[in-house]
């Protein structure tokens, strides 16, 4: 019996060959990220050329990126906005031109968020990377561009405890200057930011959530 000379098998609703082959260098970090292949056959055996593919829970955009790679026009639809910023950089990546929309815009969308995916869009914000400790950061939730510590609180009226306690990450990781995001500072907080400046050689800027709304694309000056 050759291979080429049988029919086959066709293919059951079981597939266990896909899966098996992993993820390697499409890999992106989002946890539950599909393979393409396994995407590939499902668009291709249920879609023709310039169909539309929809996939309203899309997480890092496997099925818009292999609907676009296959020809098919697409939609994309996460509840996540750290999954749509990934959608969008991915989709630029293979030359498409996504629009974005529905992104929180209002600062009533952003006190809404849960808390990571407001520290996601913080950071971002202030073009900066995410801290790689998965649960206890240590106080750092992340780092600007240039590599300063970031602290994110979704909170109001921060008080000086708060400061205080970054003042302690900042000296941990031997950082001078910080910046902390929250959506008001309250008066024991300038005061306490005043302190370490004068008394500790500590640089803290306190950015409030209307700050980095206002500042668009444009970077806060961190050492001012
Ligand atoms: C299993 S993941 C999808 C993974 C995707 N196939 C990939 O390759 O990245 C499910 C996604 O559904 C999203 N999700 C959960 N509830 C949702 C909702 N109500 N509306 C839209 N998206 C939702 C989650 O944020 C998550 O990204």
């Given at each position: 019996m050759y291979l080429d000379e049988m029919p086959g098998v066709p293919l059951q609703d079981l597939w266990i060959d896909v899966l098996s082959a992993g993820l390697g260098k499409e890999?992106?970090?989002?946890?539950t990220q599909k393979p393409e292949l396994l995407l590939e056959r499902i668009i291709k055996t249920s879609s023709n050329p310039s169909d539309i593919v929809l996939d309203?829970?899309?997480?890092?955009g496997t099925a818009i990126a292999v609907a676009h790679k296959s020809g098919r026009r697409w939609i994309g639809i996460d509840v996540s906005p750290t999954a749509c910023n990934l959608m969008e950089k991915r989709m630029q990546s293979l030359r498409a031109s996504p629009i974005v929309i529905g992104m929180p815009m209002l600062e009533s969308e952003l006190r809404h968020l849960p808390p990571f995916e407001f520290q996601n869009w913080v950071v971002r914000r202030l073009f900066g990377r995410v801290s790689a400790?998965?649960?206890?950061d240590m106080g750092i939730d992340g780092y600007t561009f240039e590599g300063h510590p970031i602290q994110v609180k979704q909170?109001?009226?921060?008080?000086r405890n708060v400061i205080d306690n970054f003042e302690t990450a900042m000296r941990r990781a031997k950082k001078t200057i910080g910046v902390i995001v929250a959506f008001s500072f309250g008066k024991g907080a300038y005061e306490e930011i005043d302190r370490a400046k004068l008394h500790d050689g500590l640089s803290i800027k306190a950015l409030t959530v209307s700050d980095i709304m206002k500042t668009g694309r444009e970077l806060p000056d961190f050492n001012s």
């Open positions: 890999k992106l970090g989002y946890p309203p829970f899309c997480g890092c400790r998965k649960s206890s909170s109001e009226d921060i008080g």
